[in-house]
């Protein structure tokens, strides 16, 4: 049950829903609406006459299951990643290393990415591998070395979190905490980072539907961290030449059933360096709020993923020309008049000449 | 195997390879190599002796199995449709209703996608439906439609043709023969249409792999006919929520290993109405050399597909969008001094204000 | 809309429903119910009325989209191959070569598999290959070798047929007509063989649905012939290890929705030798009415598909377990005290002694 | 690289091959080699030199990554959960409801699922959701009921852990510990398993491809605890009408690479009632060591997974006539003479009468 409650209302309104949804025994969370006002998700059916209060705006019985992650309750939402926002309709970059190899190697990395137009570093510290006996990532060590670029570039970082125990020693290190696509549903991981004071990035798992992956989002969002950035990462298919298929028919689509910004990672989703490009400006014609990237100084000497990988000039490029598809859009959107398009058609040819 | 042979070789070279492989019985199909000379496709192997020809620039034992269609013989071809050119550089529009309903409709239609931008106009005679109770299409009496339509609007026009028998009647009405989804490894139908004369649209099998698809491909080609474009669809997938799944992975794929242009139908390749538009720039994006829109004037009442079909002012839409992605992907892509780029992002803003 | 006409009715009554659904634009089909009486499937809706005849039985609005092929229209169906019952309770193997190589060999392995427990020959004569440069099959003169094959070893023989035309010549041989994964929705060749005098087999296309398939049958029921027999040859998975992955739900999924026989093809559905023997006693425990085998006496020097090809005495261990399977549930299934049921089990452990 | 360590070797020569791996920083982990001698995989190369020990009568370089559980170290491994033998050669069936409800409601299932033939009794105490408003399980308590489940009806008992926190707990209570197939993945978790006292029973993640199940177990007997069974319980397909697919083809090609036991989950496999009693006996005849089935007296009523749960008296029937489907196909593969085989078929019919 959604309700609606007016910015105006009385405190005591939000109160007397919230704990009637405790005497009824349901979990209730209360999110911002995004125009001043708040909504409460009750996982449950209260009686109507409880909901008779100054300020309920609203009662919504029949909602989607993942009430708090729909847009039936908000517009689109635009989460702080330190000071750098997803959302809000300029494309955020996110780049780095498969695997954080060495402070220094790192800072090197932060530094061309950051030159090359990325505004969030990335890099792994707790590496899930397929094979136990392969490089786990430094651990504590790599986030502390983390750390250390971030005070060195002055970009907010992001970097997995692969359980509950590890949660809290991430956030101390991290700016936002990213979920892998093993572990979209990993429940008791979801419920610690929906306590944690940190953005969640949440991929989507390899062979997850668009309402199981949203289903995900919510249980953090239950658990009462409002911050989730969704992240499609390519799914499983048939053809052998892909690793992965980037799927970029759920941006659209989430954009129509979530308020939640998604993002694109066409390193994971292709899992070959040529094709990282071309799939990145698809992701974002496709609507995505940014990309996720992953980027080595020497990719064929990285320590995971190289295939994958690709360097600072390659991100220089898919910045300029990913900037370059999103504001070609936004603007022939907004050209109404048969005139102006001409006139766009020529400017943007004469940039050409 | 692939023998190359030089523009200005004796016309007795390439008829002495046609009748070595003959001689071996071996099919040998020579196609253009786009920079004047020929290339011969032997289907197994020549003794290396025979091949000692004046004008022979090279031998290839070791190549893709669909060697015809390989990037590894020319670069980029341009089929002409009509007087329109697909893979030149322009993306290039075909639409129209998913089932011609009557001359009329399809006129008024077809006036309207060309208003909206369409240089080619798209409409099924005989249609393939999973029901054998569901309307099968007009037949012949759909292309006589057709043609009406083209005389009225001036737009070459592209059709389905579902069995062997049907190559020659399709062929005397349309511009381009469409091979189905559901008719990629139709190899009978492969085969005749490798003798027509008109170019050959050829649908992505919704579980094909890039290979088995080029292999279609090589089946035309390899019967004589060099005029394949190839048209991405969607994929069969794991989320009920689709219908298909666009798989534009594909695209930049079938760049790196073939000379045959690409296009995509979002359409098809959603299902869905509402993701048309970002799926079609998206397409573009990643590099498309076209796209295959199902329109109508009123979706709701199409005849079939109406779910997926959008209206001409939805096309002028994607149309207009569609340009400025793929002007600005060029324009940034021969943008190569830091200055310029930022002149690039300033005046492309500035089309925004 | 589906009419059931009592055994006993007026053979005016069937008529009449017959013209009336003419009258009205209306496909119509009649066939046997299993018990005496017909069942005529109209494709549309008749007013209650004209339906107000002697004999008729009921009358159903809503009904399956698979109308003539739905279990609501009458119980399991036998379909007879030659002097071969498929669907009576029995298991049936059939097996022999992919390809017909020549018309000793294919005597030579066709008396080897009746010898191992097969009672239909299998063998291609026209053959759909991924590369145009691959062996297309002997053609007419492998029907001649087929036929040649059958008088020999008097058993009945099935064979693919690859497009509308052929439909004829491969029936004025064969007992059965094979249409392949590929074609299950080449709905030319399906109306073709509506209307010919032999039974089909129709196997599932690699990425159908159950629906889909079920379509795919109706189109050759809806054109006149009822004699058709599904076969499960394995569906495209994520996992390159298998080159197709042999999918048993649909057995038990299938036997709850149409009265068609269904068998299982493990050589196509696992692509794999060493599984085949296996996957062939878990679809019959699956409930298949019969399984489809390819066998060559040397596989590794097979022409097409060894890898996937098992030896004669393979084939007859499949079919000794086999049986051993089918008997062994049957008699179970007939168990119904507890007594019984532990002297069958002393029994069949007995007989392991 | 794998050492193999004869019976009767010294002990010294174990110890110098695991403080050497540990002198190169690499793991190493022992496990026996089922014929009285010991196996230690390490992971990574040692110097040939360091091997030459007394008692080393083997060592591979080249070996499959999932070295510990591959077939190439030992022959097929039995596991014992309390006192009932997996791998042995009888199937095992592990039957329960989806979640525990009550106590006694639990011990009245546990006693049905005892008559009706299951050796190990299953219940869920911490449920895995897709929503986190749906039922969790009850947690500690659901764990203290499947305890005195035990003590009332002497099965042993298998409940799935979600997080690797609670593995000590519910290793407290617990014969065998579920690793459910969205955490088939969750490599924190395995680790920890690798270092419980009780077996495992590792489901298959829903698209995870056989190299990555093993790969999986890999990690649980990397980290010391050799005691897994797999479980395939379905993948994801692509035809809405079955909630999984369960993919028999592992089976044979599990026992074909691996030495541990696996069982398979016809429930969760197809999500439909009507489907488990068909797939049960599949899996069997397919080679499973057992079956995982959810069972309730009450299926409709059941707080989950209702529409796949089947009653006590289905399961009866699926015991006998599954132990009917394994002693036949037992029977039928030793019996080598076409005598011995005719006498089977007809002493099979003979209890049909």
């Known amino acids: 049950m959604i309700v609606a409650i007016a910015a105006d209302s009385p405190a005591s309104t939000?109160?007397?829903?919230?704990?009637?949804?405790?005497?009824?025994?349901?979990?209730?969370?209360?999110?911002?609406?995004?125009?001043?006002?708040?909504?409460i998700g009750v996982g449950g059916s209260l009686p109507p006459d409880i909901l008779d209060l100054p300020g309920v705006n609203g009662v919504r019985a029949i909602h989607k299951p993942y009430m708090l992650a729909s847009l039936e309750i908000r517009p689109a939402s635009t989460v702080m990643v330190g000071d750098v926002p997803i959302g809000n309709g300029t494309p955020v970059i996110m780049a780095g290393p498969c695997s954080i190899e060495s402070r220094e190697s790192l800072i090197e990395t932060a530094h061309a990415v950051k030159a090359a137009g990325a505004s969030i570093l990335r890099g792994g510290a707790f590496k899930p591998r397929t094979s136990p006996y392969s490089f786990q990532g430094l651990g504590e060590d790599g986030l502390k070395h983390l750390a250390a670029a971030r005070a060195a570039i002055g970009l907010p970082v992001v970097t997995e979190v692969m359980e509950p125990d590890q949660v809290e020693l991430v956030a101390s290190y991290a700016d936002m905490?990213?979920?892998?696509?093993?572990?979209?549903?990993?429940?008791?991981?979801?419920?610690?980072?929906?306590?944690?004071?940190?953005?969640?990035?949440?991929?989507?798992?390899?062979?997850?539907?668009?309402?199981?992956?949203?289903?995900?989002?919510?249980?953090?969002?239950a658990s009462g961290n409002p911050n989730v950035v969704l992240c499609e990462r390519g799914i499983r298919g048939f053809d052998a030449m892909f690793r992965f298929n980037l799927d970029l028919n759920v941006v659209p689509a989430v954009k129509e059933l979530s308020h939640l910004p998604i993002i694109v990672d066409p390193s994971h989703g292709t899992g070959k360096r040529s094709l990282v490009g071309r799939m990145a400006l698809a992701g974002l014609a496709a609507g995505a709020d940014g990309l996720m990237i992953e980027v080595h100084p020497d990719p064929d000497r990285a320590m995971c993923d190289g295939a994958q990988t690709i360097t600072p000039a390659d991100l220089a490029r898919i910045h300029r020309t990913g900037l370059a598809v999103h504001v070609a859009i936004a603007a022939a959107d907004s050209a109404e008049e048969p005139a102006e398009i001409s006139l766009l058609a020529n400017d943007l040819v004469a940039l050409t000449a």
């Open 177 to 221: 905490l990213q979920v892998g696509s093993r572990n979209m549903a990993n429940f008791p991981l979801l419920k610690k980072l929906g306590r944690a004071a940190k953005p969640v990035l949440l991929k989507r798992g390899f062979s997850a539907t668009v309402e199981e992956w949203l289903m995900s989002a919510e249980y953090i969002l």
């Open 14 to 39: 939000s109160a007397a829903v919230l704990s009637a949804a405790t005497a009824h025994g349901l979990a209730a969370q209360t999110v911002p609406d995004g125009r001043g006002g708040t909504v």
